[in-house]
């Protein structure tokens, strides 16, 4: 039986990405914030978690200390690092493993961990905190029905959370985990597009915030329709906004997007070399 609560969970790494789904997770109802810990090396990170009402620890032993499932949020960069001391901890144990890093395929977090620890990747995005984040959501070693089940529980409740297959975790990174940032992007060009016609700072982005999330939500809200049918629609010829996308046009932005996914999604393999195997 499928809880409805996700239960006890060690969190290994307190940073933005895993404040957001804690944050989004507790907002859900589906995580209590009495049966979580967080284990992060920085004062500042445990002192925030510590005010959500979250237990904190610098020691991976405490930690690890309960049988219960761990969510990896630490950067791909650090977990040869920080499995070599959690090996020793998780060799007694069947341990379910979360992992939100980008890049570190599945196979190889087990490898680190041990043959002991079933792994299911998840890559979400920071919209977790508003419970509106896109998870995609693969299968790894050891891995079974209910240990997807059990993230699914936890992802789905701070937004959507889809099945792929790992061989596509890479690629998805590049839409779901980096795809914020590219929205990011184009707000801070509007802008300083908006200051550019005239506007104070403060004028601008308030005009530059609810455009785009009107724009989202319509665009969220019409399945049937395409984005370039959207766009088309308030694109008048000759009109102010095809004098506009003629620009973005002859700068090739079409094409400079989907070059910039693609080399998220080369960043992700050249993660994926990265030797994660414990020392010694």
Request: hydrophobic share 50%; proline share 5%.
């Amino acid at each position: 039986m499928i809880p409805q609560t996700f239960g006890p969970l060690a969190v290994l790494g307190g940073g933005t990405m895993a404040e957001s789904i804690l944050r989004g997770g507790l907002a859900a109802g589906v995580l209590d914030a009495s049966t979580l810990i967080v284990c992060d090396p920085s004062s500042d990170r445990r002192d925030l978690f510590q005010a959500m009402g979250i237990r904190v620890t610098s020691e991976h032993r405490v930690a690890l200390a309960g049988a219960w499932p761990i969510l990896l949020a630490v950067k791909p960069q650090s977990f040869g690092g920080l499995a070599e001391q959690l090996r020793p901890h998780l060799a007694a144990r069947p341990t379910l493993a979360i992992s939100i890093l980008a890049g570190t395929a599945a196979a190889a977090i087990q490898m680190a961990l041990g043959d002991q620890v079933r792994v299911v990747r998840v890559m979400p995005n920071t919209a977790a905190a508003v419970r509106l984040a896109t998870s995609a959501i693969s299968a790894g070693p050891g891995a079974v029905e209910a240990d997807l089940a059990r993230a699914e529980l936890l992802f789905a409740a701070i937004g959507t959370a889809s099945r792929i297959e790992e061989s596509m975790m890479n690629a998805a990174t590049a839409i779901v985990g980096s795809g914020p940032a590219y929205l990011y992007y184009l707000a801070q060009a509007m802008i300083d597009g908006a200051q550019a016609v005239g506007f104070d700072h403060t004028t601008a982005d308030r005009l530059v915030r609810s455009t785009i999330l009107g724009a989202a939500s319509l665009l969220s809200s019409s399945p049937a329709a395409s984005p370039d049918s959207l766009r088309a629609g308030v694109t008048s010829k000759g009109g102010t906004t095809a004098a506009a996308i003629g620009v973005l046009d002859e700068a090739g932005l079409l094409d400079t997007v989907c070059r910039a996914i693609v080399a998220a999604r080369d960043r992700g393999e050249q993660l994926a070399q990265i030797d994660t195997t414990p020392r010694g």
